[in-house]
C-alpha cells in the first residue's frame, strides 16, 4: 500500500441504520445507543531496531472520498483565532485582522498590507485529488492595481489561488508541473456588495472552474502536495512574505478535498460497563472529557494502562497487536457488555452500539487480516432513550 501521506488525518463516521436507511433515529425506549465520530490519526511506524519504516501489507489500494476539510464561519467576533467547524480542527490564526459586524454577519477586515489569516499546512488542505471551495467577500475601494486574494495555498512545487483580478473578475489559479492554469470569469464583481465566490478542480475528469465559468482545457493529472500555510485574504510570494492583500469583508471560507482513507476489513467495537468503577453519585461532580485524568489516580486504573501497552507496544517484530490479546486484559479488570463488528461502506462504518446507562468504556479498534492497525477508547455517559454521540481518537500502534 502507498504510504505517501502519512501526516493525513482520515475520518470514518458511524452511521446508525434504521428501517434501512441512512437515518439516524432516536434511542429506542428503554435503551441507550451511541454514535460514535471516530478521527483516525496516522503516523509513520518506525522499526524499534533501525530507522527504516515496516509498513505492514494491506492487500487494498487507499480509496477516495470527499470530505469537508474546513469551515470558517468567523462567528466568535473577536480574538486572534478563527476556529474551523470541520472535524479537521484547521483553526485560522490572524494576523493584523480586524472583526466586524456587519448587518447581520460577522466578517474579518483584511486591509491592504500585512493583513491576513494563516490556517496551516495540513495534508488534507492539498486538494490533490480534487478541491471545492467557496468565500463570501466584500471588496472595499482600493487606489492600489493588484490582484485580491481570497484564498492561496501554493509553493514552488505547485498549488492553487482564488482571487479577484484587478478588473474585478474573480479567477482560479491552479500550479502544477511548474505550469500554471487560470481559469477567469466573465463576471464583474463590484466594490461595496457581497458575493459568494465558487471555485474547484477536478482531475476526473479534468475540470477547472471559477464562479460562472468551468473550463476543460490544459488541466490534466493532480494537485501537487504543498508545503506552505494556506493563507486566507493574502498570497504566499515564494520569498517569506504575503503579497496582494485582499482588502475588504471575507466570511463564510468553506473547503472540500477528495480524501485517502485506508481500506480495513471492518471497524471492531466493545463496550465495558464503567459504573463498576466509581460511585454513580460521583458522577455528577466528574468532568467526563477529563476523567482519564480521574482515574489515574487510582492504582488499578495505572496497572490496566500499563498491560494494555504492553499488549499494543509490546510485541515482537513488525506485527501489529491482536483484538484478542486486547481482549484477554479488558476481561481481567472489566466486565465487556458487547462487541461487535462495524461494516464499512464507502469511507463509514455502520452498525448500532448499546451500552448501559451511566459511564461507558468504548474501545474502537481498525482491523485488517486480524490484527489492530489502529486504537483508541473514551469514556461516555450514556442516558436513557437518548441516543449519545461519542467522539474517539484512534492512533497507529509503533511497530
Known amino acids: 500500500m502507498n504510504r505517501k ?26 435503551y441507550v445507543t451511541f454514535d460514535l465520530d471516530l478521527k483516525f490519526h496516522e503516523r509513520a511506524p518506525q522499526s524499534k ?34 476556529y474551523d467547524k470541520s472535524i479537521y480542527e484547521n483553526n485560522a490564526l490572524l494576523v493584523n485582522v480586524q472583526w466586524i459586524t456587519f448587518g447581520t454577519n460577522k466578517a474579518i477586515v ?51 489561488t482564488l482571487g479577484v483580478g484587478q478588473d474585478g473578475r474573480p479567477f482560479f489559479r491552479i500550479r502544477q508541473n511548474l505550469q500554471t492554469t487560470e481559469v477567469i470569469s466573465d463576471s464583474i464583481l463590484q466594490n461595496n456588495k457581497w458575493y459568494t465566490i465558487r471555485a474547484g478542480f477536478s482531475p476526473n475528469p479534468a475540470v477547472l472552474s471559477v464562479y460562472e465559468k468551468t473550463d476543460t482545457t490544459g488541466v490534466t493529472g493532480y494537485l501537487p502536495v504543498t508545503y506552505n500555510p494556506l493563507l486566507i485574504g493574502a498570497e504566499n510570494n515564494l520569498a517569506g512574505s504575503h503579497i496582494n492583500n485582499f482588502n ?27 459504573n463498576q468503577l466509581i460511585n454513580k453519585d460521583s458522577l455528577r461532580t466528574i468532568d467526563v472529557a477529563n476523567i482519564g485524568e480521574f482515574f489515574y489516580r487510582f492504582d488499578f ?4 494502562r500499563s498491560d494494555l501497552d504492553s499488549v499494543l507496544y509490546g510485541h515482537i517484530g513488525d506485527k501489529p497487536p491482536t483484538w484478542t490479546g486486547l481482549r484477554g486484559v479488558w476481561d481481567e479488570y472489566f466486565k465487556v457488555l458487547s462487541e ?45 432513550d437518548i441516543n449519545t454521540k461519542a467522539h474517539i481518537d484512534l492512533y497507529s500502534p509503533e511497530y
Open 110 to 160: 483584511i486591509s491592504e498590507s500585512n493583513s491576513y489569516a494563516r490556517v496551516n499546512s495540513n495534508p488534507v488542505l492539498n486538494g490533490t485529488h480534487g478541491i471545492k471551495m467557496a468565500a463570501k467577500v466584500y471588496m472595499f475601494e482600493s487606489l492600489l492595481r493588484q490582484d485580491r486574494i481570497v484564498i492561496d495555498k501554493h509553493d514552488v512545487t505547485g498549488g492553487y
Open 340 to 384: 461487535q463488528n462495524l461494516i464499512l461502506k464507502g469511507g463509514y462504518a455502520e452498525g448500532t452500539l448499546n451500552g448501559v446507562v451511566g459511564l461507558n468504556l468504548l474501545t474502537v479498534a481498525a482491523l485488517r487480516n486480524g490484527y489492530v492497525l489502529y486504537y483508541g477508547e473514551g469514556f461516555v455517559l450514556g442516558v436513557k
Open 248 to 274: 475588504g469583508l471575507i466570511d463564510s471560507v468553506s473547503i472540500r478535498t477528495t480524501v485517502e482513507y485506508e481500506d480495513f476489513d471492518f471497524i471492531r467495537v466493545a463496550i465495558i460497563d464503567g
Open 49 to 82: 531496531n533501525s530507522n527504516t519504516v515496516n509498513v505492514p501489507n494491506l492487500g487494498k489500494t487507499n480509496k477516495i472520498i470527499e470530505d469537508q476539510v474546513l469551515m470558517l464561519p468567523f462567528e466568535s467576533g473577536f480574538g486572534d483565532t478563527a
Open 301 to 304: 486504573w495505572r496497572h490496566y
Open 5 to 30: 501521506y502519512f501526516a493525513i488525518i482520515i475520518i470514518f463516521s458511524l452511521v446508525i441504520l434504521y428501517s434501512g436507511c441512512m437515518k439516524k433515529p432516536n434511542a429506542p425506549s428503554g
